[in-house]
């Protein structure tokens, strides 16, 4: 928990200004496209900082900002610092005064455009609220424009309007007006920075002369490449041979080559079409049942179980706690950019293949009802088990016919015994040893709930 006495004080004084001018345009930005990854205080602060450049006191106090926002300090400064994080807030902080006097600078967010190319911000909004409502951003802040093949320029040219100014009335003073600021324009938005820097020195003596001057490293490529080696956790070895690989035709290096050679190294390591770790993904915010209540039934607890944790976390509870295997990440990964599902329903998708197919989650069998998901746009819990819930109707139906009886009453019988080993609603660390036997008692309670709930039909 931060401690805000240490760095700010309520009675600390306060001014606010703008690195350039900000937009209405930006609001739209900053709620769309940074307010997922910052929250709605963080951003909040932002709009409220924005409010008061234009004041008319010299000074605020951070009293009075907690009172506007009806938040603590402590909460204030963990927004505050929310907005330096991602560029959107420049915090200084004079020398020695008392009280203390901070300006906060505003800075305005990236365009669209910039954001979407960013490589780094783009890819934690990717991760924070899934591909769908991220293909639905891109698709709002496209610029559709009309095909103009067919048509001319039409426009009148400053000549055929304005008529010349004399040449005597050019001599005036307008060259000699002086001003103590400068003039409102539109600033450039800063890049986001990283406080841990990736070892460039390390990564130079696994480059090629011959291949990558020290020179190509601009600025610009300095900051891709601490980017890309924080979020796909790339070693200096590998990232020099992306570098090289980027550069290898031109000597310079390409930045957009070189995401494209780090991804696809990544992809080679970890399987295609993966993304760094998005099986430890959560159910999205908007779309769980449970965020501010708790639950009250046992029906209740499961959708809250399923909404909270990670499919990662499900397949750990589903192998009593060991790691979970490769092969099943992957098939996470991929129903997560194949079928656009939000985790919460992949845990009951997993959950509930896995006791109907006698613990196996076999690819093609998944992928199937996986697509059949996703086209009945299944995005929350309760309508993924109200979906499985159908499919169990279905199975019944099935199983009445004589033929199908005696598999059916196999299926029957290792679903029980699965039910006795799956830990799977398990929110708390292992018990010691002499409350083993409670244990398993509350695991058979919890991996039961799925079942009866399936079999209330």
Request: glycine content about 4%; hydrophobic content about 35%.
């Amino acid at each position: 928990m931060l401690q805000s006495w240490k760095e700010v004080l309520p009675g600390d004084h306060y001014r606010v200004e703008t690195n350039g001018l900000l937009h209405s345009f930006d609001q739209r930005v900053v709620t769309l496209l940074y307010q997922p990854l910052i929250g709605i205080e963080a951003a909040s602060l932002y709009f409220t900082l924005w409010q008061e450049v234009d004041v008319s006191e010299e000074h605020l106090t951070h009293h009075h900002l907690m009172g506007s926002m009806n938040l603590s300090l402590d909460r204030i400064l963990k927004a505050r610092k929310k907005l330096e994080a991602v560029g959107l807030l420049e915090t200084l902080k004079k020398k020695e005064a008392a009280p203390g006097q901070f300006v906060y600078r505003l800075e305005p967010p990236l365009t669209p455009n910039r954001f979407f190319k960013d490589g780094f911000l783009n890819l934690f909004l990717y991760r924070q609220i899934g591909a769908r409502e991220y293909k639905r951003l891109t698709e709002l802040f496209a610029v559709h424009r009309v095909n103009t093949v067919d048509y001319e320029d039409v426009s009148a040219s400053f000549d055929e309007v304005f008529k010349s100014v004399p040449a005597s009335e050019t001599n005036d003073e307008r060259n000699h007006v002086k001003t103590d600021g400068s003039w409102a324009n539109r600033a450039t938005s800063p890049k986001v920075g990283l406080k841990t820097h990736f070892d460039f020195k390390q990564m130079m003596t696994y480059l090629s002369d011959a291949i990558v001057d020290e020179d190509a490293l601009t600025e610009d490529v300095r900051q891709a490449i601490d980017k890309l080696a924080f979020v796909y956790r790339t070693e200096p070895y590998d990232m020099s041979k992306a570098v090289q690989a980027a550069a290898l035709h031109t000597g310079e290096v390409d930045i957009e080559a070189l995401r494209k050679e780090v991804r696809d190294f990544y992809l080679l390591e970890h399987g295609a079409d993966e993304m760094p770790a998005l099986y430890e993904r959560i159910q999205p915010e908007s779309q769980r049942e449970f965020t501010e209540k708790e639950p009250q039934t046992e029906e209740e607890q499961l959708i809250a179980w399923y909404e909270r944790n990670s499919p990662y976390q499900l397949l750990e509870a589903l192998g009593q706690g060991s790691k979970p295997a490769g092969p099943d990440l992957r098939l996470i990964e991929n129903l997560m950019f194949d079928t656009k599902m939000n985790p919460g329903v992949i845990n009951v998708l997993i959950d509930y293949i896995s006791q109907v197919n006698d613990h196996k989650l076999n690819k093609a069998f998944v992928e199937k009802v996986a697509a059949q998901w996703a086209r009945a746009d299944v995005t929350t819990v309760r309508q993924a088990m109200n979906y499985a819930r159908e499919e169990q109707k279905k199975r019944k139906q099935m199983k009445k016919s004589p033929a199908n009886r005696t598999a059916a009453s196999a299926r029957t019988s290792v679903r029980k015994e699965h039910q006795e080993v799956i830990p799977e609603w398990m929110k708390r660390p292992k018990k010691p040893e002499k409350q083993t036997k409670a244990n398993e008692e509350a695991v058979k309670q919890r991996a039961k709930w799925l079942e009866d709930y399936l079999n209330q039909i």
